[in-house]
């Protein structure tokens, strides 16, 4: 089993950032691709950022520019730098590791971007 806790979200105004961790414990060996996904109000789950071992990273269209999604090995840690935020990245932001066969989930932290 791996255990995902994301913390750093907040409240925060369009244009200013944020920066979201994610600490994974438990079984984490072989962990492979991780990945940010967000959930907004009424809208299905989406990939925001992914980040293979070997440092390969993907962006979905909406935050390419603006959000760099990096991990400590080391430390067994997932981060989402956010930039240049706006009303549109209101979300709540779910941390995702894969251990094939198995697929795991953190419990969401919220991002609220508002004037």
């Known amino acids: 089993q791996v255990q995902l806790v994301e913390s750093g979200g907040g409240l925060v105004q369009p244009g200013e950032s944020l920066r979201l961790s994610c600490a994974a414990s438990g079984s984490i060996f072989r962990l492979n691709v991780m990945a940010w996904y967000r959930q907004a109000p009424g809208k299905q789950r989406e990939l925001v950022a992914l980040i293979t071992t070997g440092g390969s990273t993907n962006y979905a269209d909406s935050v390419k520019g603006r959000f760099t999604i990096s991990r400590e090995q080391d430390k067994n840690t997932l981060y989402l730098q956010m930039n240049r935020l706006k009303p549109e990245d209101t979300a709540v932001y779910y941390c995702?590791?894969?251990?094939?066969?198995?697929?795991?989930w953190g419990q969401g932290t919220q991002v609220t971007v508002s004037s």
């Open positions: 995702n590791a894969a251990q094939p066969p198995n697929l795991y």
